[in-house]
Nanobody, 123 residues
Framework: QVQLVESGGGLVQAGGSLRLSCAASERAFINYALGWFRQAPGKEREFVAAINWNGGTTYYADSVKGRFTISRDNAKNTMYLQMDTLDPEDSAVYYC????????????????WGQGTPVTVSS
């Protein structure tokens, strides 16, 4: 069972950047498709981005396309989310998630979750 730990969240001004990391405990990290999701207070958890096992295929929510970049380093068992041109609407707790097989955009398709890292974008 893979364990995931997010880091890199914090407070940033609108227009700024943050880089989130998701470190995994599993040696077989390469076997997992990975995703980033976020949840703002009073809102449902929503898909942000996902990546397949070798980073060759990525998916993005329309709201972040062109501003966020998902990547992974299998040698370091780590996934990243580079977030640029941040907007107050991006404020949320960001979660990384893992599943076997192909990446999916539905949160309930993922079996393993981190504890989340908060991101606050001030206007």
């Amino acid at each position: 069972q893979v364990q995931l730990v997010e880091s890199g969240g914090g407070l940033v001004q609108a227009g700024g950047s943050l880089r989130l990391s998701c470190a995994a405990s599993e040696r077989a990290f390469i076997n997992y498709a990975l995703g980033w999701f976020r949840q703002a207070p009073g809102k449902e958890r929503e898909f942000v981005a996902a990546i397949n096992w070798n980073g060759g295929t990525t998916y993005y929510a329309d709201s972040v396309k062109g501003r966020f970049t998902i990547s992974r380093d299998n040698a370091k068992n780590t996934m990243y989310l580079q977030m640029d041109t941040l907007d107050p609407e991006d404020s949320a707790v960001y979660y990384c998630a893992a599943r076997h097989s192909w990446p999916r955009t539905q949160w309930n398709a993922y079996h393993y979750w981190g504890q989340g890292t908060p991101v606050t974008v001030s206007s």
